[in-house]
């Protein structure tokens, strides 16, 4: 018996089946091998994202000042390309390398206590940070005199906010901020 394209009977198709069953077979392994190429790919990149984390490193100096460093550490899997680096005081962006600038910040926030604030990186371009790679940003002093390291690491907490952007391998771009109150990240203070 001759099957017509109309028929549309189980035999007609399985006959048709059966006649293309080659190309069937040829265009599901296709399909197939582009969804794998498609997760390798995925796989890939995400194997090779950078996480970067910052926290605040607390310690009293043996010359009697607290030391608070803002520190990025890099806990992902691949490198983490740093483009920029901005630091905010209630919100707002100071610039860390004009001393006016820094000096009426830190008057605001600490009175006539803080010492010292200084900036550790000065980015110019791109910043490479390896996978488990440390970086510190900026490390600022107040006198221990009168105030305790855990109430300068709340008050920067509160006050201070550092918002790194950086890049992974394949070009992704994050931005990660902290050290400010809110955040859900704790800070590690040394003794």
Not at 136 to 164: C, H, P, S, W, Y
Not at 170 to 177: A, D, I, K, L, Q
Request: charged residues 20%.
């Amino acid at each position: 018996m001759e099957c017509t394209s109309v028929c549309g009977t189980a035999a007609c198709l399985l006959g048709w089946a059966d006649a293309h069953a080659t190309a069937i077979v040829a265009l599901i392994a296709l399909t197939f091998s582009f969804w794998q190429i498609r997760t390798f790919r995925e796989h890939n990149r995400l194997s090779v994202r950078p996480r970067m984390f910052l926290w605040l490193d607390s310690s009293t100096e043996a010359d009697g000042a607290h030391t608070t460093t803002v520190v990025a550490k890099n806990l992902g899997l691949g490198p983490a390309y740093v483009t920029s680096i901005e630091y905010q005081f209630n919100g707002l962006p100071v610039d860390v390398h004009d001393p006016v600038a820094v000096k009426n910040v830190m008057d605001a926030a600490f009175g006539h206590r803080w010492v010292k604030a200084s900036p550790l990186v000065d980015i110019r371009g791109v910043l490479p940070i390896p996978k488990d790679g440390e970086l510190a940003l900026l490390r600022i002093q107040t006198e221990a005199g009168t105030g305790l390291l855990e109430e300068d690491v709340e008050r920067l907490r509160k006050n201070f906010k550092t918002v790194l952007e950086y890049l992974s391998a394949y070009n992704e771009v994050f931005r990660e901020s902290g050290s400010t109150a809110g955040t859900g990240r704790t800070h590690h203070v040394r003794a």
